[in-house]
């Protein structure tokens, strides 16, 4: 199977599934998730149409940004979609100040704790920049999984809503791994519930640096459900690119 082929493949199964829950299949962004791929395949997805791409590492992002505008491939939007190291934030500004027309960072998803919102308002306001991100949430309660609780991420999020350079986007999950996507089901339902709420208690006319318009949730082995569930950007690497032998 060529990489256009899976594409078109994912493309098709997310439209279905948009049909499914009665909505528009354009209110759902697809983000490629290229880590560990070499640029000539993100530049055979690029030329397949694919214009969103997720790196989880910023340090292989901004290679690949760089790498990507030297060699002509322009317009990629980049999702930086994993953790964020506080030493590591400085890349985040160098992506999101890159030259548009080349590709730059559009959208953090994965701001994941008070420390790291504070550190990247701080750089962004440095640069006279702002940032959009988006609120990872724990919503399984996993251990092994990042994110603020529900309830801590309502303590937290006036202070949040303080900080200067940073426009809150919406809200993102990790689902735990399970051969039933529908298992997750519960777990996606509960970040839209989440979701809900903010829109309600932190509402955009009175904090419009809070625009709440997104759910990113959904990777290859569930984004159907996540779709069904309500959300408007899925994270998918595998369907497209096929297995990573390392992560
Ligand atoms: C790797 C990764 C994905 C994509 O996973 P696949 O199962 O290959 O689709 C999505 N989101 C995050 C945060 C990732 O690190």
Not at 22 to 35: F, G, H, Y
Not at 111 to 119: E, L, M, S, T
Not at 170 to 178: I, Q, R, S, Y
Request: hydrophobic content about 45%; glycine content about 6%.
């Amino acid at each position: 199977m060529t990489i256009a082929e899976n594409l078109r493949q994912v493309k098709a199964r997310m439209a279905q599934a948009a049909q499914r829950a009665q909505r528009a299949p354009d209110e759902i962004t697809l983000v490629a998730v290229s880590k560990t791929k070499p640029l000539s395949l993100i530049a055979e997805t690029a030329a397949a149409g694919q214009v969103d791409f997720g790196e989880n590492r910023l340090e292989e992002l901004c290679q690949k940004a760089d790498a990507a505008a030297q060699s002509g491939l322009n317009g990629i939007r980049w999702h930086a979609i994993g953790t964020i190291q506080s030493r590591k934030a400085k890349l985040a500004l160098r992506a999101a100040a890159a030259q548009p027309a080349s590709g730059q960072l559009c959208l953090i998803h994965a701001v994941d704790r008070p420390k790291i919102a504070q550190r990247l308002s701080r750089l962004a306001a440095q640069s006279n920049l702002s940032l959009d991100v988006l609120l990872e949430v724990n919503v399984s309660g996993e251990l092994s999984k990042h994110g603020f609780s529900p309830a801590s991420l309502l303590t937290a999020l006036p202070s949040l809503l303080d900080l200067p350079a940073l426009r809150y986007r919406g809200l993102m999950t990790m689902a735990p791994f399970v051969p039933d996507a529908e298992q997750v089901r519960p777990c996606f339902r509960r970040l839209r519930r989440l979701l809900d709420d903010l829109r309600h208690e932190f509402p955009s006319d009175k904090h419009p640096q809070a625009t709440w318009q997104h759910l990113s949730m959904g990777m290859t082995n569930d984004f159907e459900v996540a779709i069904e569930e309500g959300a408007t950007i899925v994270r998918v690497g595998t369907a497209i690119f096929g297995h990573r032998e390392y992560e």
